[in-house]
């Protein structure tokens, strides 16, 4: 059976500070990566999708980028936080083709 | 383009009443529709996804019927429980993408 997982769980930054989330899914090889983002009280927002290893495409940056380091990884970041990228971070696979998305158990991010 | 419109962004209703949430889509492609739910403080889980026969998928009690004449994958239930209230998104996927509506906030009082 397929996992995903993120971490870490929750963070807690000051603005300006760097920021490194995480992805990691096992049992599935050569998944469809995807990035979310949520406000508190909003609504999905997609921000970067990657097909393979090393390719990243960008739906929505929000001075956000993303990385595939690994067939099972992916990575969001930013060298300097801002107060308006709180919320919740999400990480999904899709199995490929015309399929459902499973979504991972997310990262709340709290920026002061 | 691919696109998915939920109008409603808040729905309140009393339990037992029914529930219908309201989803149209555009897409050049003959898409998968799916239905999600978000419980507060949760990641979305999926909670229906159409077939591409005329079979009306059903789950705890929800169901979808895809009318491609009407580009409409509406969510239905019959009689609405209090554990129901949560966030509601309908998504397509044509291909290696997926598109999300805005959501539907779905209250159910006593």
């Known amino acids: 059976a397929q996992t995903i997982h993120q971490w870490p769980v929750a963070e807690i930054k000051a603005v300006g500070s760097p920021l490194s989330l995480g992805c990691t899914i096992k049992?599935?090889?050569?998944?469809?990566l995807y990035w979310y983002w949520q406000a508190t009280g909003g609504t999905l927002q997609q921000l970067f999708y990657s097909i393979t290893v090393g390719q990243v495409e960008s739906v929505v940056q929000l001075n956000l980028s993303a990385s595939r380091p690994k067939d099972d990884q992916f990575i969001l970041s930013t060298e300097k936080l801002l107060l308006s990228h709180s919320g919740f971070y999400l990480c999904a696979w899709m199995g490929g083709g015309y399929a459902e998305q499973f979504f991972g158990p997310g990262t709340r991010l709290t920026v002061l | 383009g691919d696109s998915v419109t939920q109008t409603e962004g808040l729905v309140t209703l009393t339990e037992g009443l029914p529930v219908m949430l309201n989803c149209t889509y555009q897409?050049?492609?003959?898409?998968?529709l799916f239905w999600y739910v978000q419980h507060l403080n949760e990641a979305p889980k999926l909670l229906l996804k159409?077939?591409?026969?005329?079979k009306r998928p059903e789950h705890q009690g929800f169901h979808a019927t895809l009318h491609k004449s009407s580009s409409s994958f509406h969510l239905q239930k019959s009689s609405a429980q209090l554990s129901d209230s949560a966030l509601y998104y309908c998504?397509?996927?044509?291909?290696?993408?997926?598109?999300f509506g805005d959501g539907t906030q779905l209250v159910v009082k006593p």
């Open positions: 049992g599935k090889s050569s998944p469809n």
């Open positions: 159409s077939f591409t026969d005329n």
């Open positions: 897409s050049t492609y003959s898409p998968f």
């Open positions: 998504a397509l996927s044509p291909n290696n993408r997926i598109f």
